[in-house]
């Protein structure tokens, strides 16, 4: 009766109900479908210490170690352990979150690239003394998003993987679409052991892409130290040495020099950094840069002499963000907070005893894993990143089409020369074989007249 009265409305409706049906049961699960979990961005670096002593567990683990070794594939115990992936260190970029969005609104590039600095400075890591978080098993993966306060700005969404587990190196994506920006990043730590002080630098570069103004920002980090532990001068963790911003387009690079206080404490200013702002082309000062970084850090004009604030962390306390996390249930068996939930949990408890058991377990866990693909002679790849370059990952086209409405770059920008590599071959030769992201650093910072 009803096909009689309404005819062809009621034929569109039925075929409109089985379509989405047949889809729902053929396809398989958004991964970017469902964050249920709020929590502290910060959250899994406020578990308790534990009562075993840093300088205790330096001695007995690394007593032997030659001075200047790489450690990082050393297995050290959960004593020293934060129940946190360096996966999920990847979401401290967002710590004042709500700045990102407002850079692809700036009027000039001028404006934008103070902001780039601004959002950097506000992610930096502050690390706890004696404490590291867990190193993540090959294939380990993460993913969360950040609701901005404000609709019109989305939802900015965030993917890591651990595509090498030697060398260490993890891929990592975040994007958001509704205004139109997304940073490819690749980190690759290198710690060595140095007796009273490790060092951990941070290799890798990170780009930030502005889709409606094809406007590039290539980033490298600091180094981190962490010193003190056999009771020798100050126990502290400092970001040290030089960390550099470029942007071919707009023709400008900062360089960021990372100081801290002296061997004892007695000179220099934790956390302090100093730079400047200059033409690519001209390598023309336009601002001096001064101030610390976990506070607030200012900007000197040349030209004018006019001081202003680049960033404080007081006055952006309103644009921290919380982290959304999928609910446990929807959890991929890779994803940190599976990998590690018992090993976390035990941490949590303060039952050392067992959180080394679990630890141990993961990691026997992976041995035999990595035991079972060699005999079957059976190569290992990314799940979600594609290597498109020396030291480029980035996230596959069929990942990326599961982001709400997210822009798929050209191919042509992917393969894109970094402007950092720019400068290090002005000619546009192809780099000698074996030179990585440390010989692009050592030369940028000779071209840019400033000494390390």
């Not at 578990?47 to 990082?72: F, H, M, Q, R, Y």
């Not at 600095?117 to 993966?141: A, D, H, M, Q, V």
């Amino acid at each position: 009766l009803l096909v009689k009265e309404i005819n062809g409305w009621n034929r569109l409706v039925a075929f409109q109900v089985v379509l989405l049906i047949e889809t729902d049961e053929g396809k398989e699960k958004n991964m970017f479908g469902v964050f249920t979990e709020e929590e502290e961005l910060l959250r899994g670096e406020d578990a308790p210490d534990s009562e075993v002593s840093v300088i205790k567990v330096v001695t007995e683990v690394l007593g032997n170690v030659k001075s200047g070794t790489d450690v990082s594939n050393i297995p050290l115990p959960a004593s020293v352990l934060d129940p946190v992936s360096s996966l999920e260190k990847s979401k401290k970029s967002m710590q004042r979150g709500e700045l990102l969005p407002r850079i692809p609104k700036m009027e000039t590039p001028e404006e934008r690239f103070l902001g780039v600095i601004r959002w950097i400075l506000s992610g930096l890591p502050k690390e706890k003394f004696g404490k590291k978080p867990y190193n993540p098993i090959l294939g380990e993966t993460f993913r969360c998003c950040f609701k901005h306060k404000d609709p019109a700005n989305g939802v900015s969404y965030l993917v890591c993987e651990q595509v090498s587990h030697h060398p260490p190196i993890t891929a990592t994506h975040l994007n958001n679409p509704s205004v139109g920006w997304e940073v490819n990043s690749v980190s690759k730590p290198e710690p060595r052991f140095y007796g009273n002080y490790v060092e951990i630098k941070l290799n890798g570069i990170s780009r930030l892409y502005l889709h409606d103004l094809d406007e590039e920002y290539h980033l490298t980090r600091p180094t981190v130290f962490q010193s003190g532990l056999l009771g020798i001068g100050t126990k502290r963790v400092e970001l040290m040495g030089l960390s550099y911003v470029v942007c071919e387009k707009s023709n400008l690079v900062a360089t960021i020099d990372f100081k801290g206080k002296s061997f004892f404490g007695m000179t220099g200013v934790q956390h302090s950094v100093s730079g400047s702002i200059r033409k690519l082309d001209s390598d023309e000062v336009i601002y001096e840069v001064e101030g610390v970084w976990d506070s607030a850090v200012k900007i000197t004009h040349v030209k004018t002499g006019e001081r202003t604030t680049l960033y404080s962390k007081e006055e952006s306390a309103e644009d921290a963000m919380h982290v959304w996390l999928p609910p446990e249930s929807d959890l991929e068996e890779t994803n940190s907070l599976a990998v590690w939930k018992k090993c976390s949990d035990a941490i949590w408890k303060k039952d050392a005893k067992l959180a080394n058991e679990e630890k141990k377990a993961v990691e026997d866990a992976q041995r035999a894993l990595r035991k079972e693909r060699e005999e079957q002679k059976i190569e290992w790849k990314p799940q979600y990143f594609d290597l498109l370059g020396e030291d480029a990952y980035f996230l596959k086209e069929e990942i990326l089409k599961q982001i709400p409405k997210a822009r798929s770059r050209h191919e042509s920008q992917l393969h894109a020369s970094s402007p950092i590599q720019s400068l290090q071959n002005p000619s546009g030769k192809e780099p000698k074989s074996g030179e990585g992201l440390q010989s692009v650093t050592k030369r940028v910072s000779k071209l840019l007249k400033v000494s390390k």
